[in-house]
């Protein structure tokens, strides 16, 4: 698909994850209680991320883990017969906690309901809050996010390509359609 438009440049994604860090403190009445869950792809290092930026600015240390929602799809029979199973982690207890699932883009909420499965599969945590660099629109399922780092009006034909430096070597929202 070809390129559309640059939504969001490496200036334009640190300021979101520093706006979203803030915000979650401040929701949260600090980090004490807060536990990160990035999921699987790019949400993990937006995670770790955003997590650095809390430690910076509040000087508490926000356990972050990883989450592969691949077993919690509603969708796992038509994406494959035999799918694999990239292991996440939790780095403490969720029970009682409160739960930040963090994800690059949120369109259907489709990957939010099967995190959501997941972080329950773990234990019941206190509060689960998501936690979007960008939210496209378009939802099928009654999710919305707690925190977004930009919101892009789309059409369903176009796609939202977000490309982290741990990843893809380079930081950059691109739009393509």
Known sequence: MPLKALLMDEKAMQRAITRISHEIIER???????????????????????????????????PVGE??????RDDLS???EQPTLNAGFFPCKVTDKTV??????????R????????????GRAGKI??????????RELPIRADFVGKNVPTARNEHVKVNMTEIDSFDSVELHG
């Open 129 to 138: 809050q998501l936690a979007v660099l960008v939210d496209r629109g378009h």
């Open 67 to 72: 989450l592969d929602i691949t077993f919690y």
């Open 100 to 109: 930040v699932m963090v994800d690059d883009v949120l369109f259907t909420g």
């Open 111 to 122: 990957t939010a309901r099967a995190a959501m499965e997941g972080v329950m599969h773990e």
């Open 78 to 80: 038509r994406k494959s």
């Open 28 to 62: 949260n009445n600090g980090c004490e209680n807060v536990v990160l869950v990035g999921i699987r792809r790019r949400g993990a290092p937006l995670a770790r991320r955003i997590a650095e930026t809390i430690l910076a600015v509040e000087g508490t240390a926000v």
